[in-house]
């Protein structure tokens, strides 16, 4: 009996930073472990040296050179380049997939050489956040109806997820969330991030306008009177970060911390802290949610477009009551005023349910039918499952 052979289709991976580059990474640790052999296929991006994961390169064909693109308040990328096509072409011959797993199947570039040349059965797995509906979407609803045409399965993380893109094209996706390392984000505070008789404010992510990094800069203008014991710490660099800083006022700058693009330190960095702040306009499901809740945090957000969507974990969440500065950091407020026990261990309970354990046994199932309905050897299903 030989291994199920599963290629993971992914322009958003390391050396950049974000959930969908986690989610592949641990996908393809979780399948591996079971037993599957993956290769994860993606671009090789122009982006600076930074801070990862030591087994970010493991089991990883570099197609070509992915430009990026500016759009929505945030990056994107796509690998174009005239020599993409070939080398994916060539990478589909030698592993002889069994079936591809494309994330942001609707993306330019890889996923769209995967559905064109790919013969074999294709999962597609969306992660896109919420987005408003628009009317250039609609003029491209045709390619999108041709994109879901070709998935034998598709996996959104989030109701809201799916329910975004079924504006534009029919299916019926399986609901399979972001899973979450427990183990890892369970850490102790580090000396480095604390100081005597004061509490940390976090915020954590690429400081780009779709996370509302400004948010929590104004709102801790705010707080920060309220609370003489509160600092804010920003994790996370981006293309806002000259603006953030000249947005702090001169005498809170001895309160508000820049950190830069952090990675290995996350988890300490959560355990030395108070509360996580989430100032996101708009979410798909928000994996940071979970990790803050397996580092015993609570987690103040706005009433972001898809939050009623965007899963179970939250329920947890303390909303703000509208969705401006003065109502994030009143919500900010009520949190440090009050004890917040039981809302963490709802949290850390809550997180154990997303452990990548019992998340990659859904996904792998999706995969097992999909093989077996397009007529793959039935030898390989019982070492993929053990």
Same mark, same amino acid.
């Given at each position: 009996?030989?291994?199920?052979?599963?290629?993971?289709?992914?322009?958003?991976?390391?050396?950049?930073?974000? #959930?969908?580059?986690? +989610?592949?990474?641990?996908?393809?640790?979780?399948?591996?472990? $079971?037993?599957?052999?993956?290769?994860?296929?993606?671009?090789?991006?122009?982006?600076?040296?930074?801070?990862?994961?030591?087994?970010?390169?493991? %089991?990883?064909?570099?197609?070509?050179?992915?430009?990026?693109?500016?759009?929505?308040?945030?990056?994107?990328?796509?690998?174009? #380049?005239?020599?993409?096509?070939?080398?994916?072409?060539?990478?589909?011959?030698?592993? $002889?997939?069994?079936?591809?797993?494309? +994330?942001?199947?609707?993306?330019?570039?890889?996923?769209?050489?995967?559905?064109?040349?790919?013969?074999?059965?294709?999962?597609?797995?969306?992660?896109?956040?919420?987005?408003?509906?628009?009317?250039?979407? +609609?003029?491209?609803?045709?390619?999108?109806?041709?994109?879901?045409?070709?998935?034998?399965?598709?996996?959104?993380?989030?109701? /809201?997820?799916?329910?975004?893109?079924?504006?534009?094209?029919? =299916?019926?996706?399986?609901?399979?969330?972001?899973?979450?390392?427990?183990?890892?984000?369970?850490?102790?505070?580090?000396?480095?991030?604390? $100081?005597?008789?004061?509490?940390?404010?976090?915020?954590?992510?690429?400081?780009?306008?779709?996370?509302?990094?400004?948010?929590?800069?104004?709102? =801790?203008?705010?707080?920060?009177?309220?609370?003489?014991?509160?600092?804010?710490?920003?994790?996370?660099?981006?293309?806002?970060?000259?603006?953030?800083?000249?947005?702090?006022?001169?005498?809170?700058? #001895? $309160?508000?911390? =820049?950190?830069?693009?952090?990675? +290995?330190?996350?988890?300490?960095?959560?355990?030395?802290?108070?509360?996580?702040?989430?100032?996101?306009?708009?979410?798909?499901?928000?994996?940071?949610?979970?990790?803050?809740?397996?580092? %015993?945090?609570?987690?103040?957000?706005?009433?972001?477009?898809?939050?009623?969507?965007?899963?179970?974990?939250?329920?947890?969440?303390?909303?703000?009551?509208?969705?401006?500065?003065?109502?994030?950091?009143?919500?900010?407020?009520?949190?440090?005023?009050?004890?917040?026990?039981?809302?963490?261990?709802?949290?850390?309970?809550?997180?154990?349910?997303?452990?990548?354990?019992?998340?990659?046994?859904?996904?792998?199932?999706?995969?097992?039918?999909?093989?077996?309905?397009?007529?793959?050897? /039935? %030898?390989?299903?019982?070492?993929?499952?053990?």
């Amino acid at each position: 009996m030989r291994p199920l052979r599963v290629g993971i289709v992914a322009e958003s991976y390391f050396p950049s930073l974000g #959930g969908i580059q986690e +989610h592949v990474r641990h996908l393809r640790n979780h399948l591996q472990r $079971r037993g599957v052999e993956v290769a994860v296929l993606t671009g090789r991006p122009t982006v600076a040296a930074g801070p990862g994961p030591e087994d970010a390169e493991q %089991g990883v064909i570099r197609l070509g050179h992915a430009r990026t693109f500016r759009t929505g308040g945030s990056f994107t990328q796509a690998t174009i #380049g005239p020599l993409a096509p070939y080398r994916f072409y060539r990478a589909l011959r030698q592993k $002889r997939f069994d079936l591809l797993n494309i +994330h942001g199947p609707c993306d330019f570039g890889l996923p769209t050489w995967a559905l064109s040349m790919f013969r074999g059965p294709k999962v597609l797995t969306l992660h896109n956040a919420s987005f408003p509906d628009a009317r250039w979407r +609609h003029l491209v609803a045709p390619y999108y109806r041709w994109v879901f045409r070709r998935a034998a399965a598709v996996i959104s993380v989030s109701e /809201a997820t799916a329910q975004s893109m079924r504006r534009y094209a029919d =299916f019926a996706p399986a609901i399979i969330p972001n899973g979450i390392d427990l183990a890892y984000w369970r850490a102790s505070p580090s000396p480095q991030y604390l $100081r005597p008789g004061t509490r940390n404010l976090v915020y954590l992510g690429r400081l780009e306008a779709r996370n509302g990094p400004e948010v929590a800069i104004e709102a =801790f203008g705010a707080v920060a009177p309220r609370f003489p014991d509160v600092r804010l710490l920003v994790a996370g660099d981006g293309p806002m970060r000259d603006e953030l800083q000249a947005l702090v006022p001169p005498h809170l700058r #001895g $309160r508000v911390e =820049f950190l830069g693009a952090v990675y +290995h330190q996350r988890p300490e960095l959560l355990a030395s802290s108070s509360v996580f702040l989430l100032p996101a306009r708009a979410v798909g499901f928000s994996i940071m949610v979970l990790e803050a809740f397996a580092a %015993g945090l609570p987690v103040v957000a706005l009433p972001a477009l898809g939050a009623d969507g965007a899963g179970e974990h939250w329920s947890n969440v303390v909303l703000a009551k509208g969705d401006s500065v003065a109502a994030f950091a009143d919500a900010v407020s009520d949190t440090l005023s009050q004890e917040q026990g039981e809302r963490i261990a709802r949290g850390r309970a809550i997180a154990e349910s997303y452990d990548w354990e019992r998340i990659v046994g859904r996904i792998l199932e999706v995969y097992q039918r999909v093989a077996e309905q397009s007529g793959q050897p /039935a %030898g390989w299903r019982s070492q993929a499952a053990a």
